[in-house]
């Protein structure tokens, strides 16, 4: 298949980089979707097979496990309940790579950015800054007045497994942000990319499936809504999902360590009116500090690939403009 024109003039970004693997057919996001599927498939009854194993050493596990029938909720008191919890997602990650690297070939690495690789430099630099904006931002919180009401929370004092939740949420969490990024910013944007060419497409188009994968009221939907629009244009801008991926270690762990301290209800579903302005100013500023950081790096944000030239017996057999009547 011949490669699109912008494949040697702009150069491909993110959503359109699969034009530069090695199958990059119409048909290749669907399988890589329902592989990856299937592996994540395996991967949980491996999982879930370990877990039978171990609860014939602890038989209040299965009891603990059937307890999120009832309700997903994140249980600061038991490290176990969230480390599968949050592993069942971070199982996306390997998953999807498998898949594409098995469909698409060579060069997986195209998952991750332009560059093809992670950029640890450029995700450390962005991480540090999200860590700024967001510790600004929620110190200033602090010192408004809010009516918002905080819940049953858990206080650090009666949580007699802190430490090892807070090692639990530092391990594992930042596996479970990136598998969300990897699906989300990277496997739907670069479907979405394979078909249509545009990047507001691939932007726009996923948002409503990350919205319905959060459990909120209209408001925090809408603020989750936010968050989403905002990742897929900083991976589309930056080449790569190392922006993303940042920010939402940097939120999802605030969000816990929060509720560790007993400051917040990490399981809130109504965030409220200060929470939703707080987080849009968040992600508002760490969106215009990435921007500065990116023009002053003079980092490449796409792919070029080189044109094919004809061999040198075929430009001599071919005629020249002025010989064709």
Do not use: K
Request: glycine residues 8%.
């Amino acid at each position: 298949m011949t490669p699109p024109s912008d494949a040697y003039a702009a150069g491909l970004a993110f959503h359109r980089l699969v034009f530069a693997r090695q199958r990059p057919g119409w048909w290749t996001p669907l399988v890589v979707g329902l592989l990856g599927v299937a592996f994540y498939v395996a991967f949980t009854v491996v999982i879930l097979i370990a877990i039978l194993v171990l609860s014939l050493a602890d038989p209040t596990i299965v009891p603990r496990l059937l307890s999120i029938s009832e309700g997903v909720a994140f249980d600061l008191a038991d490290p176990l309940l969230l480390a599968i919890l949050l592993g069942s997602i971070a199982l996306i990650l390997p998953s999807y790579v498998l898949a594409s690297l098995i469909i698409n070939g060579r060069r997986v690495g195209l998952v991750s950015s332009a560059f093809g690789r992670l950029r640890w430099r450029w995700m450390l630099l962005c991480a540090a800054a999200a860590v700024v904006v967001a510790g600004v931002v929620t110190a200033l919180s602090y010192l408004l007045p809010s009516d918002e009401p905080v819940g049953d929370v858990l206080q650090p004092g009666d949580n007699t497994l802190l430490w090892a939740s807070l090692a639990v949420l530092l391990l594992v969490v930042p596996f479970q942000a990136a598998a969300e990024e990897y699906v989300f910013r990277g496997y739907l944007m670069q479907m979405i990319g394979r078909w249509l060419r545009h990047p507001a497409f691939a932007i726009l188009l996923p948002v409503p499936l990350f919205v319905l994968g959060h459990l909120y009221d209209p408001l925090g939907q809408v603020s989750v809504g936010v968050f989403a629009v905002a990742a897929g244009w900083l991976t589309w801008r930056t080449g790569g999902l190392e922006a993303a991926i940042s920010i939402h270690v940097v939120n999802n762990l605030l969000a816990f360590l929060l509720a560790l301290a007993g400051l917040s209800d990490v399981n809130a579903t109504s965030p409220g009116i200060l929470s939703f302005v707080v987080s849009t100013v968040m992600v508002a500023a760490y969106v215009a500090l990435v921007e500065v950081m990116m023009r002053r790096s003079g980092m490449p944000r796409t792919l070029r690939l080189t044109a094919p030239v004809a061999p040198v017996e075929a430009q001599a057999a071919m005629p020249s403009a002025s010989r064709i009547v």
